[in-house]
């Protein structure tokens, strides 16, 4: 008896062939199209989303770090971004403050204003390099068109920033992000388009 009345919810309920009106509005708010979505159908946006000015921004690391003092702990922040116009021009700033935000903020004024020059030739480097910083060590070498970025979080993010499209890294050594990105930075410093000597 139990399974006969449970046959058919949509004739128990009366809808029949009627479709529910909430189905429709929620098909009305779906874009049409090959959008790519992220929760609640919103439209995936990057972690390095462009700024006003075309620079691209990404927080690498974020410390909450405490002074232990008399009157007990105070905790702030400290992040470590990477700036870039994706032109060539890239570089790493350490930002401390009380708040995240603020913290974030100043790490990236201070890597806009000590921006490298990278050398680009046909979106990736001109040579294999190493670079050094401390007991970090990144190997950098050229690649072909259509292999793409290999490389770690931190790596990656300053090759995107200064708009490297293809490249090949590999990290020796320490795995520290900050001393990742400092070994990084130096390598791209030794970069030259002309052969010396």
């Given at each position: 008896m139990?399974s006969e009345?449970?046959?058919?919810?949509a004739?128990?309920?009366?809808s029949?062939?009627?479709p529910?009106?909430?189905a429709q509005?929620a098909?009305?708010r779906?874009p049409?199209?090959?959008?790519?979505?992220?929760k609640?159908?919103?439209?995936?946006?990057r972690?390095?989303?462009?700024?006003?000015?075309?620079?691209?921004?990404?927080?690498?690391?974020l410390?909450?770090?405490s002074?232990?003092?008399?009157?007990?702990k105070n905790f702030?922040?400290?992040?470590?971004?990477?700036?870039?116009d994706?032109?060539?021009n890239?570089?790493?700033g350490i930002?401390?403050?009380?708040?995240?935000?603020?913290?974030?903020?100043?790490g990236?004024?201070r890597?806009?204003?000590?921006?490298?020059r990278?050398?680009?030739?046909?979106?990736?480097i001109?040579?294999?390099?190493?670079g050094k910083?401390?007991?970090?060590?990144?190997?950098?070498?050229?690649?072909?068109?259509?292999t793409?970025?290999?490389?770690?979080?931190?790596?990656?993010?300053?090759?995107?920033?200064?708009g490297?499209?293809?490249?090949?890294?590999?990290?020796?050594?320490?795995r520290?992000p900050l001393?990742?990105?400092?070994?990084?930075?130096?390598?791209f410093?030794?970069?030259?388009?002309?052969?010396r000597?």
């Amino acid at each position: 008896m139990l399974s006969e009345e449970k046959k058919d919810p949509a004739a128990a309920s009366g809808s029949g062939d009627t479709p529910n009106p909430a189905a429709q509005t929620a098909d009305a708010r779906r874009p049409s199209g090959p959008q790519r979505q992220g929760k609640g159908g919103r439209p995936r946006q990057r972690p390095d989303a462009k700024k006003d000015d075309g620079s691209i921004e990404r927080v690498i690391q974020l410390n909450r770090v405490s002074k232990v003092t008399k009157g007990g702990k105070n905790f702030s922040f400290n992040a470590v971004v990477v700036c870039g116009d994706g032109k060539g021009n890239v570089g790493v700033g350490i930002g401390k403050a009380n708040e995240v935000s603020d913290a974030i903020i100043k790490g990236a004024s201070r890597a806009k204003k000590n921006y490298v020059r990278v050398m680009v030739v046909n979106n990736t480097i001109p040579h294999e390099v190493i670079g050094k910083f401390k007991a970090s060590n990144v190997f950098l070498k050229p690649a072909g068109a259509g292999t793409g970025v290999i490389a770690g979080a931190s790596v990656r993010a300053l090759c995107d920033a200064a708009g490297i499209k293809n490249i090949l890294t590999k990290c020796l050594g320490s795995r520290t992000p900050l001393n990742i990105l400092m070994a990084t930075l130096n390598g791209f410093g030794q970069l030259r388009t002309t052969r010396r000597g």
